[in-house]
């Protein structure tokens, strides 16, 4: 018994020992990063078709693809569309690849791309790492895009044997998902089941993706949340409602959620709930969209002006851009008008934001709010406040917000303490822009006890600077040893890239220093070709309407010692002192090439004032100078304590010139010149000077014609939906159309299309703002005639701006520039207009347009017939019919005031 056990007992140990040598688990590893050549590789690459280790065999093909893939020195290139399979004496049970994952010459090189059977793999949040599991002796791979492989590790679990089928295997359950869910996750998931519930089909177009298998780009919404159907077969229909499930697999393509077709993607489990419904885009601002809101969705974004950047467009809302990638062509909008852009939120490239236009309406005019310059911020010292804008500005420097009682923006101002300024802006009719707001802090003044006009530590991110940068983004913030700064460097994902890219600086106010020092903290690397050339300093004029040329600084950078990869960060001082008396910028211009790119980081960047004596500004004149329809009261203003000297004559003022102590009226046409001089040293300003035009209005009965106010009460014409049916079009264009005289207190408007190529009538149109006015276009004419016994004097035609305004008179001169339009005696508003003032009273005029007009009214100014406007022209064909003032025909005219074709002249 004892024997017989102990042989069962060797037996047992025995077979135990043997099988458990066969099944002993064994692992190969491939290291392509270390160890490229081991397996052919080289520096400048090697095409493969297989390699081994181990026992372990791969094999590559390159299918359908037209490159083989390659090995390198550093890495394994396993080119699009290849086929890579993996064989072992073996069962392999599980293939580990790792991947490189940063973006190289804008493709991604990341494991997520690694696909077998059509479905890709398990991938970490990384996405570097993607993981094979199973059991088989060969396994093969393919890929939806290139990915560069530093490693491949395979598990082998014994030898390799029948695999015996279970007889009841448990099936494969699909992952259920929702849009939500899928919107949070970082990384590619296969076959998964996307629940729907009472989703909606919002749009869909025909892929236009390489490769596409002629199926639908299909984008789905549901609580908010949304993600494309990338070219799909499934059948959907926009304005469908869905719900039930859909199988698919999950990836994310530049940054947007898709769901692609696999063997079991079907609508066998979806459910289209009722009929469709009408598909609202989400409403959405631009930022909104650069903050990566709506991805996937179908979004309209209300009331932004396009505007075009090369061959690339952008809608532009509240000083944001997002380009518009694709889609409808949108270059006939880029006009500075209001629009509203519907679109798709399908891209997202180098992490920026990217939307194709579907469609493009009028928006609602806007009144532009105005801009406070600077937008505020800490400064050390006074800084002096400029508001720029169109129409009236008014501001408050209190906290409150302004209204037309609030102050009249008409000069720069100077802010001493902590301030808040707010501003609103109104146009013609007092329509009113939104606030826009600009807070203030005042610290420190310099050693010399003059202003320090700026200042920036780079505390929060770029502060007061702003970016222009190439097609890779170059600056960056940085903490280096606890200190803030902006780097900037052209080595990115481990190449060279060439690129100019500025670091500009707002304005600094110079205007009160006369002498100024930039103290610039920054350290370089040593990788630039020469740092004095590649990383350079820039400064240039700046005023409210445009900028200067930049001039280079000279700036030499601390240098790099010894094999230290940076300089010491030492602080390098510039004169700014043949800018002292001036606003300027301070640009920093980074350049790189393909061969070299070094590192710049800048810590800090201040001005301050050397001292010395005040620069004397020049005085500011209220109102502005101009042409003015009456007598202009004018006010000069200058710093405190400074004493103004005047003239009236054109000639220079000097210390003897007028003493200015309170505002004086302008009565005709005057050139006003002024200084202002320092009792205390006796220095002397710059000469300011603005010229008064004064364009009289001609005494008499005004008609107005309000084409706003409709005093017809005519029913203008509109632009029609574009939904709506062509006859509904066709009545909405027929609407308002002059087709006949019409009189408004006696005076009679005919209007004639008759030598005009347009297609458009003579109209009342009323646009998407609700606003009617009058439209006539190119080589249309509109006739004015006075009623009995009187003549008109002048005419004074007004619109929204002057590029509305096209007209000649009778003798073919275009009609004078703009003028000014008084609503009231106090009352003063900017309105473009213009006038047509006759030698001598007419009867009727006609006037031409050159251009598309709009009109938003009209004054005739009547005055008393002469009887000079009634005498008839004996032969209307004669080329001149010549009368003198007691009705008598003659041959011609000598000196002396005659009636020529009807009209008074003046033969000289």
């Given at each position: 018994?004892?024997?017989?056990?102990?042989f069962?007992?060797?037996?047992?140990?025995?077979?135990a020992?043997?099988?458990?040598f066969m099944?002993?688990?064994?692992?190969?590893?491939f290291?392509?990063?270390?160890?490229g050549?081991a397996?052919?590789?080289?520096?400048?690459?090697?095409?493969?078709?297989?390699?081994?280790?181990?026992?372990?065999?791969?094999?590559v093909?390159?299918?359908?693809?037209t490159?083989?893939?390659?090995?390198?020195?550093?890495?394994f290139?396993?080119?699009k569309?290849?086929?890579?399979?993996?064989?072992?004496?073996?069962?392999?049970?599980k293939i580990?690849?790792?991947a490189?994952?940063?973006?190289?010459?804008?493709?991604?090189?990341?494991a997520?791309?690694?696909?077998y059977?059509?479905?890709a793999?398990?991938?970490e949040?990384?996405?570097?790492?993607?993981?094979?599991?199973?059991?088989?002796?060969?396994?093969?791979?393919?890929?939806?895009?290139q990915?560069?492989l530093?490693?491949?590790?395979?598990?082998?679990?014994g030898?390799?044997?029948?695999?015996?089928?279970?007889?009841?295997?448990?099936?494969?359950?699909?992952?259920?998902?929702?849009?939500?869910?899928?919107?949070?996750?970082?990384?590619?998931?296969?076959?998964?089941?996307?629940?729907?519930t009472?989703?909606?089909?919002?749009?869909?177009?025909?892929?236009?993706a390489?490769?596409?298998?002629g199926?639908?780009?299909?984008?789905?919404?549901?609580?908010?949340?949304?993600?494309?159907?990338?070219d799909?077969?499934?059948?959907?229909?926009?304005?469908?409602?869905?719900?039930?499930?859909?199988?698919?697999?999950?990836?994310?393509?530049?940054?947007?959620?898709?769901m692609?077709?696999?063997?079991?993607?079907?609508?066998?489990?979806?459910?289209?709930?009722?009929e469709?419904?009408d598909?609202?885009?989400t409403?959405?601002t631009?930022?909104e969209?650069?903050?990566?809101?709506?991805?996937?969705d179908?979004?309209?974004?209300n009331?932004?002006?396009?505007?075009?950047?090369?061959t690339?467009?952008?809608?532009?809302?509240?000083?944001?851009?997002?380009?518009l990638?694709?889609?409808?062509d949108?270059?006939?909008?880029?006009?500075?008008?209001?629009?509203?852009?519907?679109a798709?939120?399908?891209n997202?490239?180098?992490?920026?934001?990217?939307?194709?236009?579907?469609?493009?309406?009028?928006?609602?005019?806007?009144?532009p709010?105005p801009?406070?310059?600077?937008?505020?911020?800490?400064?050390?010292?006074?800084?002096?406040?400029?508001?720029?804008?169109s129409?009236l500005?008014?501001?408050?420097?209190?906290?409150?917000?302004p209204?037309?009682?609030?102050?009249?923006?008409?000069?720069p101002?100077?802010?001493?303490e902590?301030?808040v300024?707010?501003?609103?802006?109104?146009?013609t009719d007092?329509?009113?822009?939104?606030i826009?707001?600009?807070?203030f802090?005042?610290?420190?003044?310099?050693?010399?006890?003059?202003?320090?006009?700026?200042?920036e530590?780079?505390?929060?991110?770029?502060?007061?600077?702003?970016?222009?940068?190439?097609?890779?983004a170059?600056w960056?913030?940085?903490?280096?040893?606890?200190?803030?700064?902006?780097?900037?460097?052209?080595?990115?994902?481990?190449?060279?890239?060439?690129?100019?890219?500025?670091?500009?600086?707002?304005a600094?106010?110079?205007?009160?220093?006369?002498?100024?020092t930039?103290?610039v903290?920054?350290?370089v690397?040593?990788?630039?070709?020469?740092?004095?050339?590649?990383?350079?300093?820039?400064?240039?004029?700046?005023?409210?309407v445009?900028?200067?040329?930049?001039?280079?600084?000279?700036?030499?950078?601390?240098?790099v010692?010894?094999?230290?990869?940076?300089s010491a960060?030492?602080?390098?001082?510039v004169?700014?002192?043949?800018?002292a008396?001036?606003?300027?910028?301070?640009?920093?211009?980074?350049?790189?090439?393909?061969?070299s790119?070094?590192?710049?980081?800048?810590?800090?960047?201040?001005?301050?004032?050397?001292?010395?004596?005040?620069?004397?500004?020049?005085?500011?004149?209220?109102?502005?100078?101009?042409?003015?329809?009456?007598?202009?009261?004018?006010?000069?203003?200058?710093a405190?304590?400074?004493v103004?000297?005047y003239?009236?004559?054109?000639?220079?003022?000097?210390?003897?010139?007028?003493?200015?102590e309170?505002?004086?009226?302008?009565?005709?046409?005057?050139t006003?010149?002024?200084?202002?001089?320092?009792?205390?040293?006796?220095a002397?300003s710059?000469v300011a000077?603005?010229?008064?035009?004064?364009?009289?209005k001609?005494?008499?009965?005004?008609?107005?014609?309000d084409?706003?106010?409709?005093?017809?009460?005519?029913?203008?014409?509109?632009?029609?939906?574009?939904?709506?049916?062509?006859?509904?079009?066709?009545?909405?264009?027929?609407?308002?159309?002059?087709?006949?005289?019409?009189v408004?207190?006696?005076?009679?408007l005919?209007f004639d299309?008759?030598n005009?190529?347009?297609?458009?009538?003579?109209r009342?149109?009323?646009?998407?703002?609700?606003?009617t006015?009058?439209?006539?276009?190119?080589?249309?004419t509109?006739?004015?005639?006075?009623?009995?016994?009187?003549?008109?004097?002048?005419?004074i035609?007004?619109?929204?701006?002057?590029?509305?305004?096209?007209?000649?008179?009778?003798?073919?001169?275009?009609?004078?520039?703009?003028?000014?339009?008084?609503?009231?005696p106090?009352?003063?508003?900017?309105?473009?207009?213009?006038?047509?003032t006759p030698?001598?009273?007419?009867?009727?005029e006609?006037f031409t347009?050159t251009?598309?007009?709009q009109?938003?009214?009209?004054?005739?100014?009547?005055?008393?017939?002469?009887?000079?406007?009634n005498v008839?022209?004996?032969?209307?064909?004669?080329?001149?019919?010549?009368?003198?003032l007691q009705?008598?025909?003659?041959?011609q005219?000598?000196?002396?005031?005659y009636?020529?074709?009807?009209?008074?002249?003046?033969?000289?």
């Amino acid at each position: 018994m004892k024997k017989t056990y102990s042989f069962r007992l060797f037996l047992t140990v025995l077979f135990a020992a043997m099988f458990g040598f066969m099944s002993a688990e064994s692992v190969v590893t491939f290291d392509f990063e270390n160890n490229g050549t081991a397996y052919g590789g080289s520096s400048a690459g090697v095409e493969v078709t297989s390699f081994s280790q181990d026992g372990v065999t791969v094999a590559v093909d390159k299918a359908s693809s037209t490159t083989q893939s390659k090995m390198y020195a550093n890495g394994f290139r396993f080119y699009k569309s290849n086929e890579m399979t993996i064989s072992a004496s073996g069962n392999i049970t599980k293939i580990e690849f790792t991947a490189l994952s940063t973006p190289i010459s804008g493709k991604y090189y990341t494991a997520n791309y690694l696909t077998y059977n059509g479905a890709a793999l398990t991938t970490e949040s990384n996405a570097a790492t993607a993981t094979w599991t199973g059991s088989s002796t060969s396994v093969k791979f393919s890929n939806s895009n290139q990915v560069r492989l530093l490693k491949m590790v395979v598990t082998i679990d014994g030898e390799a044997g029948p695999v015996t089928p279970d007889p009841d295997p448990d099936p494969v359950v699909a992952e259920e998902v929702t849009i939500a869910s899928l919107n949070t996750l970082t990384a590619n998931k296969a076959n998964v089941n996307l629940k729907l519930t009472n989703a909606q089909v919002v749009y869909s177009a025909p892929c236009t993706a390489k490769n596409n298998n002629g199926g639908n780009d299909v984008y789905i919404r549901e609580d908010g949340k949304a993600i494309i159907f990338f070219d799909t077969k499934l059948a959907f229909n926009v304005g469908d409602v869905l719900s039930g499930t859909i199988a698919g697999d999950f990836s994310y393509y530049y940054g947007i959620p898709e769901m692609k077709d696999n063997t079991s993607s079907n609508l066998d489990n979806v459910t289209v709930v009722g009929e469709a419904v009408d598909v609202v885009p989400t409403p959405a601002t631009v930022e909104e969209i650069l903050a990566l809101n709506h991805v996937a969705d179908y979004v309209i974004l209300n009331n932004v002006t396009i505007t075009a950047e090369g061959t690339n467009y952008y809608a532009n809302q509240n000083g944001k851009k997002v380009q518009l990638y694709k889609g409808i062509d949108v270059s006939g909008y880029a006009n500075g008008q209001n629009y509203n852009v519907t679109a798709v939120f399908n891209n997202i490239y180098q992490g920026r934001a990217e939307i194709a236009p579907i469609a493009v309406q009028e928006g609602v005019y806007i009144v532009p709010a105005p801009v406070i310059t600077p937008n505020g911020g800490t400064f050390n010292g006074p800084v002096e406040v400029t508001i720029s804008g169109s129409g009236l500005i008014f501001y408050t420097t209190d906290g409150s917000d302004p209204d037309l009682d609030s102050e009249e923006y008409t000069a720069p101002f100077t802010v001493s303490e902590n301030t808040v300024v707010k501003a609103i802006a109104y146009d013609t009719d007092f329509e009113a822009s939104e606030i826009v707001t600009a807070e203030f802090t005042i610290t420190q003044s310099s050693a010399s006890g003059y202003p320090l006009p700026f200042d920036e530590e780079f505390d929060n991110g770029a502060g007061s600077f702003s970016l222009q940068e190439g097609e890779v983004a170059i600056w960056s913030t940085t903490v280096f040893n606890g200190d803030k700064g902006m780097r900037a460097s052209g080595y990115i994902n481990q190449a060279n890239v060439e690129s100019e890219a500025w670091l500009i600086s707002p304005a600094i106010d110079l205007t009160n220093v006369q002498g100024a020092t930039m103290t610039v903290k920054d350290e370089v690397s040593k990788h630039f070709s020469n740092a004095d050339e590649e990383a350079t300093v820039w400064v240039r004029e700046v005023s409210a309407v445009a900028a200067g040329d930049w001039v280079q600084l000279p700036f030499s950078h601390p240098a790099v010692e010894g094999t230290n990869t940076y300089s010491a960060v030492t602080p390098v001082q510039v004169s700014l002192n043949d800018f002292a008396g001036k606003s300027v910028q301070v640009g920093f211009k980074y350049t790189s090439t393909s061969s070299s790119a070094g590192t710049w980081v800048i810590f800090g960047v201040s001005v301050a004032d050397n001292g010395g004596s005040i620069v004397m500004t020049a005085p500011t004149f209220t109102p502005a100078a101009g042409t003015y329809d009456d007598d202009v009261e004018v006010t000069i203003a200058a710093a405190d304590g400074m004493v103004i000297r005047y003239t009236l004559a054109g000639s220079e003022p000097t210390v003897d010139s007028q003493l200015y102590e309170e505002p004086f009226v302008i009565t005709e046409t005057t050139t006003v010149k002024a200084i202002a001089v320092n009792p205390t040293d006796g220095a002397i300003s710059p000469v300011a000077s603005a010229t008064y035009t004064i364009d009289r209005k001609v005494a008499g009965d005004v008609v107005n014609i309000d084409f706003v106010n409709n005093p017809w009460n005519m029913s203008p014409s509109y632009t029609a939906a574009e939904d709506a049916s062509d006859e509904e079009k066709q009545a909405a264009n027929d609407q308002g159309n002059f087709t006949a005289p019409v009189v408004w207190n006696g005076v009679t408007l005919t209007f004639d299309a008759s030598n005009s190529s347009s297609n458009g009538k003579p109209r009342l149109f009323t646009g998407s703002n609700g606003e009617t006015t009058l439209r006539f276009y190119r080589d249309q004419t509109m006739k004015f005639e006075a009623p009995a016994g009187k003549a008109i004097g002048q005419i004074i035609f007004y619109a929204k701006t002057a590029n509305n305004i096209a007209l000649t008179d009778e003798s073919g001169q275009q009609l004078s520039a703009p003028a000014m339009k008084f609503r009231a005696p106090a009352e003063e508003i900017s309105k473009v207009s213009k006038k047509w003032t006759p030698t001598t009273p007419v009867l009727s005029e006609t006037f031409t347009a050159t251009a598309t007009n709009q009109l938003t009214e009209v004054e005739v100014v009547l005055v008393d017939a002469t009887g000079i406007q009634n005498v008839q022209v004996e032969n209307e064909s004669a080329n001149r019919a010549v009368f003198d003032l007691q009705g008598r025909r003659v041959q011609q005219a000598s000196k002396g005031l005659y009636i020529i074709n009807g009209k008074q002249a003046l033969a000289k």
